[in-house]
């Protein structure tokens, strides 16, 4: 058993809250079986998803140092469940810290901008992690085994990274091009990794607003070749992953001119199920591709 109860100043972002709110539902769920204590930052701003730097750099710097600091004054990690919020305030947590040392007028600019709002200063005192590694890092994969009520031993689960959680640091708790965390955590509860070709790339999401069939297509692709794998399900740490993926599969079929009715779960509502969490406290139902085959698989 763990010595101490973990804790984390929890950064939900703006899709959890919102259109996947089973995302922030299930967090909430499984951290409360795991007993991890999750001290939710009510104040943060959204960490502007990769565009507030295509306007300006100082802008997403300034933002997200704000969200940092309401961190660090807790004393606290910053944990996010989403690997685009934690790619691009984990990227500014690492410029910032270096710029600490190698640009401090920089910082003076960031930190005078957040003293104009009122705003704490940045002190980079603190770390910037995502709920998967949180988890297999800091909670540690046997103790996730030793929770384990229900094993996912009928299930075959297709890894979805995304692009920010693997790429978007200089410093990050994987193999960027051979990851195993997640099929690790599959493991773990009793299920069997699929590994397939798109594990790794890009769902299509930062496309999907001006070159929408591409985007579809590339979803598309990626599903089938989870499916020819043998997958009964997709499970992605990204809720804007989860949104192409699950929310628009019925129009990348149409895009793709083929049904495929792969359920996408989000990681921790796979292992919420796996260590006694309710299945209706996970909002599975909100899914657009029906999550009932997999529960069935499972007994439920």
Same mark, same amino acid.
């Given at each position: 058993?763990?010595?101490?109860?973990l804790?984390?100043a929890?950064?939900?972002?703006?899709v959890?809250?919102?259109?996947?709110?089973?995302l922030h539902?299930s967090? #909430?769920?499984?951290?409360q079986?795991l007993?991890?204590? &999750?001290v939710?930052?009510?104040k943060?701003a959204?960490?502007g998803?990769g565009?507030f730097?295509?306007?300006?750099?100082?802008l997403?710097d300034?933002v @997200?140092?704000?969200n940092? +600091?309401?961190?660090?004054?807790? @004393?606290?990690?910053?944990?996010?469940?989403?690997?685009?919020?934690q790619? =691009?305030?984990?990227?500014v947590?690492e410029?910032?810290?270096e710029?600490?040392q190698? !640009? /401090?007028?920089?910082?003076d600019r #960031? !930190?005078?901008?957040?003293q104009?709002?009122?705003?704490?200063?940045?002190?980079?005192?603190?770390? #910037?992690k995502?709920?998967?590694?949180?988890? *297999?890092k800091?909670y540690?994969?046997e103790?996730i085994q030793?929770? =384990?009520?229900?094993? $996912?031993?009928?299930?075959?689960?297709?890894?979805?990274y995304?692009?920010?959680l693997?790429?978007?640091?200089?410093? =990050?708790?994987?193999d /960027?091009?051979r990851?195993?965390?997640?099929e690790n =955590?599959?493991r773990?509860?009793?299920?069997?990794?699929i590994?397939?070709?798109?594990?790794?790339q890009?769902?299509?999401w930062?496309?999907?607003?001006?070159?929408t +069939?591409?985007?579809?297509?590339?979803?598309?692709?990626?599903?089938?070749?989870?499916l020819?794998?043998?997958?009964?399900?997709?499970?992605? /740490?990204c809720p $804007?992953?989860?949104?192409n &993926?699950?929310?628009?599969? /019925?129009?990348?079929?149409k895009v793709?001119?083929?049904?495929?009715?792969l359920p #996408?779960?989000h990681?921790?509502?796979?292992?919420?199920l796996? *260590?006694? *969490? !309710?299945p209706?406290e996970?909002? &599975?139902?909100?899914?657009i591709?029906s999550?009932?085959?997999v529960?069935?698989?499972l007994?439920?």
């Amino acid at each position: 058993m763990l010595s101490h109860t973990l804790k984390y100043a929890y950064f939900p972002g703006c899709v959890a809250q919102g259109a996947c709110r089973e995302l922030h539902q299930s967090t #909430v769920a499984l951290a409360q079986a795991l007993g991890i204590e &999750l001290v939710e930052l009510k104040k943060a701003a959204c960490c502007g998803s990769g565009t507030f730097k295509e306007d300006s750099q100082l802008l997403e710097d300034t933002v @997200n140092a704000r969200n940092i +600091a309401l961190a660090e004054e807790l @004393n606290l990690p910053l944990m996010t469940h989403c690997s685009t919020c934690q790619g =691009v305030i984990g990227h500014v947590d690492e410029r910032l810290k270096e710029c600490q040392q190698t !640009n /401090p007028a920089y910082m003076d600019r #960031v !930190n005078g901008l957040l003293q104009k709002e009122g705003c704490l200063p940045y002190r980079g005192s603190t770390e #910037v992690k995502h709920l998967l590694y949180a988890l *297999v890092k800091d909670y540690g994969l046997e103790e996730i085994q030793n929770r =384990v009520t229900r094993k $996912l031993t009928e299930l075959k689960c297709a890894a979805f990274y995304g692009c920010y959680l693997l790429r978007a640091q200089k410093l =990050v708790d994987d193999d /960027p091009f051979r990851p195993e965390a997640m099929e690790n =955590v599959f493991r773990t509860l009793g299920a069997t990794p699929i590994y397939y070709k798109g594990r790794t790339q890009c769902c299509g999401w930062p496309l999907s607003s001006y070159a929408t +069939a591409q985007s579809f297509k590339m979803a598309g692709i990626h599903i089938q070749e989870a499916l020819d794998a043998g997958a009964d399900c997709m499970v992605t /740490p990204c809720p $804007l992953c989860h949104l192409n &993926l699950d929310s628009r599969q /019925p129009e990348v079929e149409k895009v793709i001119g083929k049904k495929l009715g792969l359920p #996408v779960l989000h990681l921790p509502q796979l292992i919420a199920l796996a *260590v006694g *969490v !309710n299945p209706k406290e996970l909002g &599975l139902q909100r899914h657009i591709v029906s999550t009932k085959p997999v529960l069935e698989k499972l007994g439920f």
